[in-house]
């Protein structure tokens, strides 16, 4: 039976201070999210169920992480995001659901995962990895803005984004982005900090859980954000697979708890030539017509694609280009913007060491 930490320990865990909330948050940008949440818990109801915001958008342009709805807020916007929604009548953290089966498919891929040799970053070379991603909606779904002090609204039509980046293994990220909403490009040099679940450093993840109970227990320690503490699983697993240095134990650990978790299911199918298994999350209960997917290539376990469909917003990304490479191309360290303060500042106490 799968325990459920009261909503309101985790609004105090959470909680900053005054000075703190005032500084990150101003009183204008709060009532401004306040409205956007308030406004979509007003929208009226359709054949398929109210209409919803999607709470887990917002991360701003200087976060290391591709503009996703199914991403969790920032620790510092988790409270205000769960209060404003508690406002709203909705319930973000939901009774767990009795484990079942594995879905087909997993315990093939977790062990083709647990074969892999772990190939660590080695000194003076960088892991790249090339994402391309496409996204859609309408405008009232908050979305990500180049000024991180601003709250935007996803641009009608379609939004395409190519992100390539390099990490070494001391945790520094490079980014190249360019995106159809512009600007053209941008650079960023980013310092992973050690306790982000979402975007680990490759020492910090190297110390992860390698079982799946351990790793399990980890994630829903720390996650926040959706609507029921499996949809934040399945959501911090994606986050996690998607990284391009994450070990093959690890890998194998989070596709094994992905087989646990009773609204996932899986479908096969090939795309020029290659095998993939597709790994859905499906909750007709708390999100009805929304499905978001994990795509595996069935011979290595690799994460090569995912998506989220339903409720008035798609988005897709494609993963490729994993390899590690002896440099970054000097036309990104020489103008990239650095932000490792402000990534540190966001930085979370160390994660626990393997079990």
């Not at 939901?94 to 040799?117: E, F, K, M």
């Not at 650095?338 to 966001?346: E, L, P, T, V």
Request: net charge negative.
């Amino acid at each position: 039976m799968t325990s459920v930490r009261d909503p309101f320990d985790v609004l105090t865990t959470h909680r900053p201070d005054e000075p703190t909330l005032q500084a990150d948050w101003p009183s204008p940008r709060r009532a401004e999210l306040l409205a956007r949440v308030l406004d979509a818990a007003t929208t009226p109801t359709t054949a398929n169920g109210p209409t919803r915001a999607w709470a887990g958008t917002g991360v701003g342009a200087t976060k290391p992480r591709e503009p996703s709805l199914w991403r969790r807020p920032l620790p510092r916007l988790a409270a205000a995001v769960a209060l404003a929604a508690a406002i709203g009548g909705y319930t973000l953290i939901s009774p767990g659901t009795p484990r079942v089966a594995p879905a087909a498919g997993l315990d093939t891929l977790s062990a083709i995962a647990r074969s892999a040799a772990a190939q660590p970053i080695p000194a003076g070379q960088f892991a790249h990895l090339l994402t391309q991603s496409h996204q859609s909606g309408q405008a009232t779904s908050l979305a990500p803005t180049a000024d991180p002090d601003k709250v935007g609204a996803l641009p009608q039509g379609r939004v395409s984004q190519t992100r390539e980046s390099w990490i070494s293994a001391d945790g520094i990220m490079w980014v190249r982005d360019s995106s159809s909403a512009g600007p053209a490009v941008e650079r960023w040099k980013f310092c992973l900090p050690q306790g982000d679940i979402a975007q680990p450093s490759p020492a910090a993840i190297d110390q992860w859980p390698t079982d799946a109970a351990g790793l399990e227990g980890l994630l829903r320690s720390e996650v926040s954000g959706s609507t029921s503490e499996d949809e934040a699983v399945f959501v911090a697993i994606g986050d996690v697979l998607r990284l391009g240095y994450t070990p093959p134990a690890i890998r194998a650990a989070a596709i094994e708890v992905l087989g646990g978790l009773p609204q996932v299911t899986t479908a096969t199918r090939t795309v020029n030539g290659v095998a993939l298994l597709d790994v859905s999350f499906r909750d007709e209960a708390a999100r009805p017509g929304v499905t978001a997917t994990l795509t595996f290539d069935s011979s290595t376990s690799e994460l090569v694609a995912e998506s989220q469909t339903g409720g008035g917003a798609d988005y897709a990304a494609e993963y490729s280009q994993r390899s590690l490479v002896r440099s970054v191309p000097a036309e990104v360290t020489a103008a990239a913007v650095d932000q490792c303060d402000r990534s540190d500042s966001n930085a979370a106490t160390a994660v626990p060491s393997k079990g």
